[in-house]
C-alpha cells in the first residue's frame, strides 16, 4: 500500500511550456485533490475530485486543468507555465467528503509534495 | 467564504515544555470540522488532531490537545512535553460539513530547542 504518491518530485520549466503532475493512490479514495503552497500562505485548493469522471475547481484554478478519468489518478496539467505558477505542488485523497457522521471520512492523506520551478 | 487565521509566524519552545499555538476561523456555518496538520522538514503533512464542531468535549491525541471555543471561533492546538521531533510548521485547517473545500490557515513555524 503506497498511499498517495506523486511525480516527479522536482521540477524546472521555462515559461510558456506545458507539463502534467502526476498523482496516484491505491486506496480506492472517492475524494482527490491539488494543493499549491507558497510561503507565508499556507495551502491553497486549486481542483478537486469527487470521483471519476466529476471535477470542480477550488481557490485558485486559474493556469491549471485537471481531469479523473480512474479511481486512481488525477494527473494537474499546466499548459503554459508562468514565474507565477512556481510552488510546491501537493496532492491528497480521502475516502469520502461530504456530511457524514464519521469526522475520519474528512481525513485527508497528503502525497510527498513536488517543487515546481518556472523560470 | 471561511477563512482561518494563525496569528503567530513563528514559535519556539524549550524540550520538554508546553506550548499552544493559537488559531481563530470565521464562518457562517453550524456544523464543520476543524483540523492541526503538521508538515517537518521533509515536507510531508501529518493530520495531528481533529475537532468536529458539534462535540462540546475538546479532542486528544497523546500529548496533542485542543481548546476548542465555538462562541469564540478559537481553536488553539497545546503540545505538552515538547520533543525535538516536534520541530515544524503547523497549519491550522477547516472545512464546513457540507464543503469539499479545505481552508488552511497561513502557518505556525514551531522550533523546539534542546
Known amino acids: 500500500n503506497a498511499g498517495v504518491t506523486q511525480t516527479p518530485k522536482f521540477q524546472v520549466l521555462k515559461t510558456g511550456q506545458s507539463m502534467t503532475l502526476q498523482c496516484a493512490q491505491d486506496?480506492?479514495?472517492?475524494?482527490m485533490s491539488w494543493y499549491r503552497q507558497d510561503p507565508g500562505m499556507g495551502l491553497r485548493l486549486i481542483h478537486y475530485?469527487?470521483?471519476?469522471?466529476?471535477?470542480d475547481q477550488g481557490e485558485v484554478p486559474n493556469g491549471y486543468n485537471v481531469s479523473r478519468s480512474t479511481t486512481e489518478d488525477f494527473p494537474l496539467r499546466l499548459l503554459s507555465a508562468a514565474p507565477s505558477q512556481t510552488s510546491v505542488y501537493f496532492c491528497?485523497?480521502?475516502?469520502?467528503?461530504?456530511?457524514?457522521?464519521?469526522?475520519?471520512?474528512?481525513?485527508?492523506?497528503f502525497g510527498p509534495g513536488t517543487r515546481l520551478t518556472v523560470t | 467564504a471561511q477563512t482561518v487565521t494563525q496569528s503567530q509566524p513563528e514559535m519556539s519552545v524549550q524540550e520538554a515544555e508546553t506550548v499552544t499555538l493559537s488559531c481563530t476561523y470565521d464562518?457562517?456555518?453550524?456544523?464543520?470540522?476543524l483540523f492541526w496538520y503538521k508538515q517537518p522538514p521533509s515536507r510531508q503533512m501529518i493530520l495531528v488532531i481533529r475537532?468536529?464542531?458539534?462535540?462540546?468535549q475538546n479532542a486528544t491525541e497523546n500529548r496533542f490537545s485542543v481548546n476548542f471555543q465555538k462562541a469564540a471561533k478559537s481553536f488553539s492546538l497545546k503540545i505538552s512535553d515538547s520533543q525535538l521531533g516536534d520541530t515544524a510548521m503547523y497549519f491550522c485547517?477547516?472545512?464546513?460539513?457540507?464543503?469539499?473545500?479545505?481552508?488552511f490557515g497561513k502557518g505556525t513555524k514551531l522550533s523546539v530547542i534542546p
Open positions: 464562518t457562517s456555518e453550524s456544523n464543520y470540522y
Open positions: 475537532q468536529e464542531a458539534y462535540k462540546q
Open positions: 491528497a485523497s480521502s475516502a469520502t467528503w461530504g456530511p457524514r457522521d464519521s469526522p475520519r471520512d474528512y481525513e485527508q492523506y
Open positions: 486506496m480506492n479514495h472517492e475524494y
Open positions: 475530485s469527487v470521483g471519476a469522471g466529476i471535477t
Open positions: 485547517a477547516f472545512t464546513g460539513a457540507g464543503s469539499y473545500q479545505l481552508t
